[in-house]
């Protein structure tokens, strides 16, 4: 018994002196960490309608789709009605050996763990006709809005997307849940926002209102240099702490194989920070409920300055 007292003393004093070696990782300014990092793949209206296009893309998204898997990451795949429309037309059983006999899109949902979210322009398919679109392709769709405009206000889709959408061509009903890639046209001027908000309304999208409809998941710049820069500045302190960032790394149609290369080449980068607690790969729909549970769904949003 009478050495139970000292034993006790030499372990507090040993975990004190772990405490003040501690990294800068484990200080306050990481309290809000990691930054919360999806990976957006867009297929535009404007995909070619050609088998041999196609083919060339599907197999650039599969190799794609399977490193990233192979690396833990989940792909939001936000096709617009232009894809879906060349699966239907060249997709054929010689192809699909590759996949395991299924379509593209139930290969990457179904054996690879992504996910597939629906993007549109409106130019003749409006949100709710691509997601019947990836419903008639065997894929349930999610409720995130891969992308919508939100200025200037005038131009806004915010209120149209507040209520359910019918189809034109389908007998089809799609509702908006959380939104994803505010923007403004052709990209010109678009707000640099990390974290997620409830936009008060089209006039004040980058405004949080608790009584907001719909949920935003920040893009921030949409790049890879948006996310060392988050991390960075929580690296730096320079960031409030206790609030949730997120960030994208977004592919475009054209780039899928440069954007493979450069994720590849950046990886133990990334990893890196992923062991060390700076940063998070999530998906979009994993973002939401992490959230609500984790940051008990309180709005904020950080803009580049």
């Known amino acids: 018994?009478?050495?139970?007292?000292?034993?006790l003393l030499l372990l507090l004093i040993t975990l004190m002196g772990c405490k003040s070696n501690k990294s800068v990782l484990d200080s306050d300014s990481f309290e809000n960490?990691?930054?919360f990092v999806n990976i957006v793949l867009h297929y535009e209206e404007s995909f070619q309608q050609t088998k041999s296009y196609f083919f060339q893309q599907r197999n650039k998204l599969i190799a794609l789709s399977r490193f990233l898997r192979d690396e833990g990451i989940t792909l939001n795949l936000q096709p617009d009605w232009a894809f879906m429309?060349?699966?239907?037309?060249?997709?054929d059983v010689q192809m699909r050996i590759e996949t395991n006999g299924m379509n593209i899109l139930r290969y990457i949902k179904e054996d690879l763990n992504h996910e597939i979210d629906p993007h549109a322009h409106e130019h003749g398919y409006n949100y709710a006709d691509?997601?019947?679109?990836?419903?008639?392709?065997?894929?349930?769709?999610?409720?995130?809005?891969?992308?919508?405009?939100?200025?200037?206000?005038?131009?806004?889709?915010?209120?149209?997307?507040?209520n359910p959408i019918e189809a034109s061509k389908f007998d089809y009903t799609w509702q908006a849940e959380w939104l994803w890639g505010d923007a403004t046209a052709s990209h010109v001027n678009d707000t640099p926002a990390s974290g997620i908000w409830r936009p008060k309304d089209k006039y004040h999208f980058y405004e949080h209102d608790d009584n907001g409809p719909l949920p935003c998941i920040g893009k921030y710049t949409n790049d890879l240099d948006g996310v060392y820069d988050l991390v960075q500045r929580l690296e730096s302190g320079t960031l409030e702490t206790g609030k949730m960032y997120t960030a994208a790394i977004f592919i475009g149609q054209g780039k899928v194989q440069e954007m493979h290369d450069l994720l590849k080449a950046?990886?133990?980068?990334?990893?890196?920070?992923?062991?060390?607690?700076?940063?998070?790969?999530?998906?979009l729909q994993e973002a939401g409920p992490i959230w609500e549970m984790e940051y008990g769904s309180e709005g904020y949003l950080y803009i580049q300055e």
Do not use: C, R
Not at 85 to 91: L, T
Not at 266 to 283: A, H, I, P, R, W
């Open 266 to 283: 950046e990886m133990g980068t990334l990893k890196g920070y992923v062991t060390t607690g700076q940063l998070q790969f999530v998906s």
């Open 85 to 91: 429309a060349a699966v239907n037309s060249f997709e």
């Open 130 to 162: 691509v997601a019947a679109m990836i419903d008639q392709l065997g894929v349930t769709p999610s409720h995130i809005v891969g992308g919508l405009i939100v200025d200037p206000p005038e131009d806004s889709k915010y209120d149209y997307l507040l």
């Open 1 to 7: 018994m009478k050495y139970k007292l000292p034993i």
């Open 33 to 35: 960490a990691p930054v």
